[in-house]
């Protein structure tokens, strides 16, 4: 019982922060919460007094350093999984001039860049000159892509395209030089998803859930704003990507030379004028008009080269726009946009029995 007094008593009063807690509760240091309470409740059970009758003294002492040792353990392995999420957001001014100069970005496993600083970069301003000087475009979004994909190494190994510098074309200029495309930057970026984590979004602390019951709904709130962080974070990503090409000398470059005028698209704001509609005592409507071949791909390239809307797809029946094809696909399924699809047909129907279309067809 000595021994066990001469070994307890000492660290019950040392200062809690100086103790090996771990090595107390037999856990490793990398250990979770959930592993930490196990080997408490385990411990627990052997040193509690009411298990040890013959040294009740010594026992209690036990049971008490294990006790102080479970709290600021479990407190602990809390911590250490968000720290990211604990630790301030870095200033958004030292973090632009970081990546201006091109300062190594840290290699530790956090939070990287978060919205906040990438909003900075949606300013013409930041930049001074279309080169690959300090303070040119080229070298800070250079430095800025680099930061980002350094930033999601850490969550998983994938390959990213470099934004490249002034002297690199759209295409690439030889097969030996593939990468040397701005093309393949922008394919790549446009379609960007992140592999962050973004357990610092957390709400509460699942740890301290005093019931299952609890826990569920407490990863649930927990899992809608990772989910709406991580969107939020995609969504601005992609949104710096179309800023910057918008205003990349080698896209500019490239739109000229394909023949895609400034005139066409600002005219009618598709990048096709529309034929003169013939004279005559029927007058087709919008929805009965079909657009010539190839006019779709033409219009976005000139829409996108001239800083048009993100608008590209367009329900003609609804009269509705769409910024990405998977809304105008989630539209076309709707029960409203079926309806009108139905309404549409018998209008035509009607208008064909007016203007007296297909009277010759018996069976009608």
């Not at 080169?131 to 430095?143: C, M, P, Y």
């Not at 690439?172 to 394919?187: H, I, Q, V």
């Not at 509705?320 to 035509?348: D, P």
Request: glycine share 6%; net charge negative.
């Amino acid at each position: 019982m000595g021994a066990h007094e001469s070994r307890s008593q000492p660290e019950v009063d040392d200062d809690t922060t100086s103790q090996d807690y771990y090595t107390i509760l037999e856990v490793d240091e990398n250990a979770s919460a959930e592993e930490i309470r196990r080997s408490f409740r385990r411990l627990a059970l052997i040193h509690h007094p009411d298990k040890n009758h013959h040294d009740l003294e010594g026992a209690t002492r036990r049971f008490a350093v294990i006790q102080q040792a479970y709290e600021v353990g479990a407190e602990r392995a809390w911590y250490d999984s968000h720290r990211s999420a604990l630790a301030p957001e870095p200033d958004v001014e030292t973090v632009v001039n970081d990546i201006k100069t091109g300062k190594s970005p840290p290699r530790s496993r956090d939070r990287g860049l978060t919205v906040r600083h990438l909003q900075a970069f949606l300013n013409p301003s930041i930049w001074s000159g279309f080169d690959d000087g300090e303070n040119g475009f080229f070298a800070i979004f250079r430095n800025l892509f680099d930061r980002l994909a350094s930033d999601e190494r850490n969550y998983g190994d994938v390959d990213f395209p470099s934004f490249g510098y002034s002297t690199w074309g759209w295409t690439a200029p030889s097969k030996e030089r593939l990468s040397e495309a701005a093309r393949l930057f922008y394919n790549f970026w446009l379609s960007f998803v992140t592999n962050k984590d973004f357990v610092w979004s957390d709400q509460w602390n699942v740890a301290e859930a005093p019931d299952r019951h609890v826990r569920r709904l407490m990863e649930k709130d927990n899992k809608k704003a990772r989910d709406a962080a991580r969107k939020e974070y995609n969504e601005t990503v992609r949104t710096l990507v179309m800023f910057v090409r918008k205003r990349d000398p080698r896209y500019k470059a490239y739109t000229t030379s394909q023949g895609q005028s400034p005139g066409l698209a600002s005219t009618s704001g598709t990048g096709t004028p529309k034929k003169p509609v013939p004279k005559s005592i029927f007058v087709a409507q919008e929805w009965q008009k079909v657009a010539e071949p190839g006019d779709s791909a033409a219009d976005l390239e000139w829409a996108h080269a001239e800083g048009a809307g993100d608008e590209e797809w367009e329900c003609i029946v609804c009269n509705k726009g769409f910024r990405s094809e998977a809304a105008w696909n989630s539209h076309e399924r709707s029960k409203r946009h079926l309806r009108a699809v139905e309404e549409l047909k018998r209008e035509m129907q009607n208008e064909e029995l007016e203007l007296e279309l297909g009277q010759n067809d018996d069976d009608e």
